[in-house]
């Protein structure tokens, strides 16, 4: 047996140079069967492959490197389908995690410009003047 690090490190699958593959090479590619690409293609939307005119399933290299990562989860870290989703979405959508939720206005915030807005903004106006008037 060797090292914690020499069983981390997995030999890189080798992708033909192709702009397409069908379901077979890609199935073959990742040593699963194309029904399981197929019930894949339900379980994580990243997995979208284009269909031909025909309507044969043509994965781009970027959907078998996906494949390769979903097994890989599933296979060797053991994720579950629905923790493998979870995983991948929070990778591969970072910039997701900066957009903030939104602030939802409470009834104290909604009330103050409801119905005549009128007072609310002559408030307002009074604490600006007041603040000019003390950055003179």
Known sequence: MGTN????????????DKLYFRIGEVAKLA????YVLRFWETEFPGLG????????????????????EIKRL??????????????????LRPEL??????????????QLF???????LELVRKELRAIADMLK
């Open 5 to 16: 690090e020499e069983l981390l490190v997995q030999p890189v699958q080798e992708i033909p």
């Open 31 to 34: 040593g699963i069967k194309p």
């Open 49 to 68: 492959p284009k269909k031909s005119g025909t309507g044969h399933r043509l994965y781009r290299r970027k959907d078998v490197e996906l494949v390769l």
């Open 74 to 91: 599933l296979y060797e870290q053991r994720f579950t389908i629905e923790g493998a989703r979870k995983f991948l979405g929070s990778r």
């Open 97 to 110: 995690k900066a957009v903030p939720e939104p602030v939802k206005p409470k009834k104290a915030q909604g």
């Open 114 to 120: 409801a119905p005549d807005p009128a007072p609310a």
